[in-house]
């Protein structure tokens, strides 16, 4: 993915001795004394470009402004923990590990942990199956709400709701649209490349599945139920060629295909610090990576086209981080306030970068004294104005709840992401980006009753809960009546894959790594972040000059059978038609 070198054009011209001291040097000679790397972000892009620079010979130090493992770390509440136990276990939200997931599983393994035959690969766990629980007394669902969940068919009554409300009533989506729906996903799957990029990754996911002309719930599920419950994404804005891609890649893992045999969904067997990314960082530091935390990039300063250092903000002052080489693994949000007139006139394709969008997805953990009975996997609470997913911790961590974390007392932790912060929810009439922190708490758990408690069944009597714990990203001010995120994600939107970078930039030592970054799996996932931080560490391996093999890039699975189809769409991209399948 990246692009031709300045090194490489220059090599055998009567101009390529000038051109080492501006571009990098071009011998294996030079190329040793010039391997200072300063990647600028400790998150997930960041560590995994620090690993495969150190392990090819590079002297990588790591500046981090806050904690090492960015959005996937775990958080502990502090001052929560009595008797010799751990403070409960925060997160900026849940991990989940789908089996499409190549790097990430591919690092993992290269951790070691314990007497785990295969590191830190070995923590990950089967997720178990998965609800999709409707409120107003429907019956809960799977799939995404396309099918009736079996579990929900145990009793008459259930039966009776299924084909009385459900299916004769019409409340479950149409089959004529649910028939539709699978013709729109035909037609994604048999699209070209060409088609994919030039025609869905401009049109709007809402769009594409045609949601206007069809009924609230095929909106709900066909539409809204993969972008919000998925990537927090809103169907309105969100590309077609991402939201595509992703269905693609699930609807595989769940055939068993391009999972190298893992389960199509897998959580880790503990809080994500300890079974993680505490064991990479030690084994980073072990080979040599330097960490330094409490470091808020401030901005780069440039020379002759080049960074000549980057500016920091420490507790003990300002400070100039010197190397030959940078990686920006920082969030786009922060690295656009770094786009200053000379860093655009060495690169004005970075220009772009102001114009991506990102959005709100935040956890908020819930502690509870007694285990509930809802599923061990996943759960998307469709109908929740907040679009709701969580999960239950416990049964998938080897440690004993109550006996390692908290005052004791504690058996278990509802961990829920909130995708949408901009709809009024059901106590307050309130969006979640304008209720105080205990608002957000008391409507979280009350959307969750709404679906799991609308039939009369008791799942979360509120003498279960012990205490909850909101990511500290999202801060109220009581003055403005609003709250603010620290950590926002970024949102794949209609037409934004060209407004993304490569790992290389037109500066020839700065490389970008990041969920923003131009990756395979083309969203902003662990995945991802961990792919661009590879293409980073490969860009800068070949324009040093050093040498050597390179970190291993996957790309998704891409299944023979589908290959004639697309090439027949090729032919009819070409010609300015429509899809085979696209009936309209």
Not at 290 to 297: A, D
Not at 362 to 387: C, E, K
Request: charged share 20%; hydrophobic share 40%; glycine share 10%.
């Amino acid at each position: 993915m990246g692009s031709l070198s300045r090194r490489t054009v220059l090599q055998g011209t009567g101009m390529a001795a000038a051109a080492a001291l501006a571009t990098g040097p071009l011998s294996p000679a030079l190329a040793v004394t010039r391997k200072r790397v300063a990647v600028l972000g400790g998150g997930m892009a960041g560590l995994a470009a620090a690993h495969e620079l150190v392990d090819r010979g590079f002297q990588v130090t790591v500046y981090e402004r806050k904690s090492l493992g960015g959005k996937a770390r775990s958080i502990p509440v502090a001052g929560t923990a009595t008797g010799g136990r751990r403070d409960l276990p925060g997160e900026h939200g849940f991990r989940f590990f789908p089996g499409f997931y190549s790097h990430i599983p591919d690092t993992m393994a290269r951790i070691p942990f314990g007497t785990n035959a295969n590191g830190v690969f070995d923590n990950l766990v089967g997720a178990g199956m998965p609800l999709f629980p409707r409120s107003g007394g429907r019956d809960d669902q799977n799939l995404f709400g396309l099918i009736p969940d079996p579990r929900q068919l145990g009793t008459p009554d259930a039966l009776r709701r299924l084909i009385v409300d459900e299916l004769v009533g019409g409340s479950m989506i149409k089959p004529t649209d649910a028939a539709y729906f699978a013709t729109r996903l035909i037609v994604f799957l048999s699209s070209c490349d060409e088609r994919r990029f030039g025609q869905w990754e401009n049109t709007s996911w809402w769009d594409f599945v045609r949601a206007a002309k069809r009924d609230a719930e095929y909106q709900t599920v066909a539409a809204r139920g993969l972008t919000r419950a998925l990537v927090a994404a809103k169907e309105e804005i969100a590309s077609t060629r991402t939201i595509g891609n992703m269905a693609e890649a699930f609807l595989y893992s769940f055939a068993g295909l391009g999972t190298n045999g893992r389960p199509a969904d897998q959580v880790l067997n503990g809080p994500t610090n300890e079974v993680w990314i505490d064991p990479w960082v030690d084994l980073l530091r072990s080979k040599g990576v330097r960490f330094v935390t409490g470091s808020l990039i401030t901005g780069l300063t440039m020379s002759g086209g080049r960074v000549v250092s980057a500016r920091a903000s420490t507790p003990a002052g300002p400070t100039t981080i010197d190397a030959d080489w940078f990686v920006s693994a920082m969030p786009v949000e922060r690295f656009t306030k770094f786009l200053t007139p000379a860093v655009l006139r060495a690169d004005g394709s970075l220009e772009g970068l102001r114009n991506l969008v990102t959005d709100w997805m935040n956890g908020i953990q819930f502690y509870l004294r007694r285990p509930v009975d809802i599923t061990p996997g996943h759960i998307a609470f469709m109908d929740s104005p907040w679009s709701l997913t969580g999960i239950l911790q416990a049964s998938h961590w080897t440690n004993d709840f109550a006996r390692t974390y908290g005052d004791g007392s504690v058996v278990d932790c509802l961990s829920v992401d909130i995708s949408d912060w901009t709809v009024p929810g059901i106590l307050y009439g309130k969006p979640a980006n304008r209720c105080t922190r205990a608002e957000v708490e008391a409507e979280v758990w009350a959307q969750m009753k709404a679906s799991l408690e609308d039939t009369g069944k008791s799942v979360l009597p509120d003498d279960v809960l012990h205490s909850w714990h909101l990511d500290p990203g999202i801060k109220y001010d009581p003055v403005s009546k609003r709250n603010s995120n620290d950590e926002p994600l970024l949102i794949n939107t209609v037409g934004s894959w060209e407004l993304r970078p490569t790992a290389r930039t037109k500066i020839p030592n700065l490389f970008m790594a990041g969920d923003f970054c131009r990756t395979h799996v083309d969203l902003a996932t662990m995945e991802g972040a961990n792919e661009s931080g590879r293409q980073a560490a490969n860009a800068i391996l070949e324009e040093s000059g050093v040498g050597g093999t390179p970190a291993a890039i996957y790309s998704l699975y891409r299944p023979k059978e589908w290959e004639a189809l697309k090439l027949v769409d090729k032919q009819l991209y070409k010609a300015g038609q429509r899809n085979l399948f696209d009936i309209g």
